[in-house]
C-alpha cells in the first residue's frame, strides 16, 4: 500500500435481528429457530418483523405526519 493510499473499507453489515413473540413461541416473521431474535421490538431489525408489527422499517427515515409537528409545539 502507498502512503498516502487509504485502506478500503468494508461496510459493517448490521446482523439481522428477528422479534420473538413470547406467547406463540415464535419468530413474528416466521424464520425458523431463535437464532438472532429477541422480545424487545425496540432491537428488531428483520424488515418482515418490523412490518408485521407495524414499526416503521428502519431502513427509511420516519417522517412525522403534519398533525404530528402541530402537536409537539
Not at 24 to 53: F, M, N, Y
Not at 55 to 66: I, Q
Amino acid at each position: 500500500m502507498e502512503k498516502n493510499e487509504t485502506p478500503s473499507r468494508v461496510p459493517a453489515r448490521t446482523p439481522v435481528v428477528h422479534s420473538y413473540d413470547t406467547q406463540a413461541h415464535r419468530i413474528v416473521c416466521g424464520a425458523p429457530g431463535q437464532i438472532g431474535s429477541t422480545k424487545h421490538a425496540r432491537d428488531v431489525t428483520c424488515e418482515d418483523c418490523l412490518e408485521r408489527l407495524g414499526m416503521p422499517s428502519r431502513s427509511t427515515p420516519h417522517l412525522a405526519d403534519e398533525g404530528d409537528a402541530a402537536a409537539a409545539h
